[in-house]
């Protein structure tokens, strides 16, 4: 066989897709016409620039020459497309989250998903099922939280604070000043002046105070023995931060941090008739300020308008107040003449007012001293009454807006 046709045999062994390696040799001896039939295939199998490769074959993709200009591998368009589209969608969903949530300026807007999401139709009531149940999980769980005085903060932030939210804002409009005078952290005892028939105030008194406050802070209140031997009162009492109202009680709650509310007045200052309303009583015998003197307490005075209004007493059945044991039997212009009705609320405009702190930290020697205790009281007393006066004027319409 002739060198020839041992070429011409070789030209046909060379693979389609990879140039021979006899491609060369020919043309340097001259056979250009054999070299062009060689190259002819492997020119058909290579794709040109901006053709896109065809991928439904199984062979492979043509090996690229190293070593010569021009001949750096190229990545196929393909995949080039793939890439670009992943970083269209990223910058459409930077541009969505950078975008002001629920804008709607221009058709097309993607709104995300998230906490800035403006809220549609429903979402309102979805979060306070979601809320709701969650609730009922953690109490069915017992992933809860109560004190040694038997305080169980998530029932009340779930419970009795919304309760009491809806009467001080929007019953009894309540307008509060003077927050700034509570402690932000630390002990505190706050007094102030009793009234209203049932005891509403110190209730309004301890949700407004956790609402508007910064710190978000709970008031302990002390109550009398009566509350706490009522059989369904004295479990809301304790549930929502309350205690006996005695020295060894407060001090401890004063001694741990914790703002204590106090009124002096007690049962005298409830049920008071309506002639007599605005005009503090005896603060008994200064027991609070003992309290506060042994732990070095600040004092924070706080004045209450709006109580006297809700359940205007005209008089006092004392002889069934013996008989039932209680305090004293009000008679209102709606009760008992309405039944369960009257005790109905009467909608008054409430003021609320925290004077500045009293400092006793400088007299913490003087706890047992009945002249030191008296003077203290009788100050506390009297910055509460010039404050009432002081709202008064600035309410002369008691169910005014």
């Known amino acids: ?8 045999e070789a030209r046909y062994d060379v693979p389609l897709t990879v140039p021979g390696p006899d491609a060369e040799p020919a043309r340097r001896n001259g056979h250009r016409r054999a070299a062009a039939a060689a190259a002819e295939p492997t020119m058909k199998a290579t794709p040109a ?27 196929p368009l393909a995949k080039k497309a793939v890439a670009k589209k992943a970083v269209a969608k990223k ?15 221009r058709p097309g807007d993607v709104t995300p998903s998230g906490p800035a999401v403006a809220d549609r139709p429903g979402d309102h009531w979805d979060r306070k099922v979601a809320k709701g149940l969650a609730f009922l999980r953690r109490r ?12 169980d903060p998530d029932l009340t932030d779930a419970v009795f604070h919304p309760l009491v939210r809806l009467l001080y804002r929007d019953w009894f409009r309540t307008e509060v000043s003077g927050i700034e005078h509570v402690p932000a952290d630390g002990a505190g005892l706050v007094v102030g002046n009793h009234s209203g028939t049932v005891a509403l105030d110190a209730l309004v008194l301890a949700t407004a ?15 009398a023995d009566l509350v706490f031997r009522m059989p369904v009162v004295s479990e809301i009492a304790r549930k929502t931060g309350g205690t006996v109202a005695c020295n060894p009680d407060a001090e401890r709650l004063l001694g741990n941090g914790e703002l204590v509310g106090v009124f002096p007045e007690g049962f005298k200052g409830v049920g008071k008739l309506y002639a007599d309303r605005y005009k503090l009583q005896r603060f008994g015998r200064g027991g609070f300020v003992s309290a506060a003197l042994r732990t070095g307490t600040p004092i924070v005075p706080v004045a209450i308008v709006g109580g006297e209004e809700i359940y205007p007493m005209l008089a006092d059945i004392k002889p069934l107040a013996r008989l039932l044991k209680l305090p004293y039997f009000p008679v209102t212009p709606t009760f008992p003449w309405l039944g369960p009705l009257g005790m109905v609320p009467l909608p008054s405009k409430w003021l609320i007012e925290f004077c500045p702190p009293i400092p006793t930290a400088h007299l913490r020697d003087s706890a047992d001293d009945p002249l030191v205790v008296f003077n203290l009281a009788d100050q506390v007393r009297e910055t509460i009454q010039q404050t009432l006066h002081r709202l008064l004027e600035r309410r002369p319409d008691p169910f005014g807006p």
Not at 1 to 8: K, N, V
Not at 49 to 70: I, L, N
Not at 91 to 105: L, N, Q
Not at 209 to 223: E, S, V
Request: aromatic content about 6%; hydrophobic content about 30%; cysteine-free.
């Open 49 to 75: 620039a901006g053709d896109e490769p065809d991928t439904s074959t199984d062979e492979p993709a043509p090996a690229p020459r190293t070593g010569e200009p021009g001949d750096a591998p190229k990545k």
């Open 140 to 151: 069915l769980a017992g992933d809860y939280e109560v004190d040694e005085f038997g305080f």
């Open 209 to 223: 105070l956790h609402d508007r406050h910064p710190a978000r802070r709970y008031l302990r209140l002390l109550g």
């Open 91 to 105: 910058a459409v969903a930077k541009k969505a989250t950078a975008e002001p949530a629920g804008s709607g300026d």
């Open 1 to 8: 066989m002739s060198g020839a046709e041992e070429r011409g």
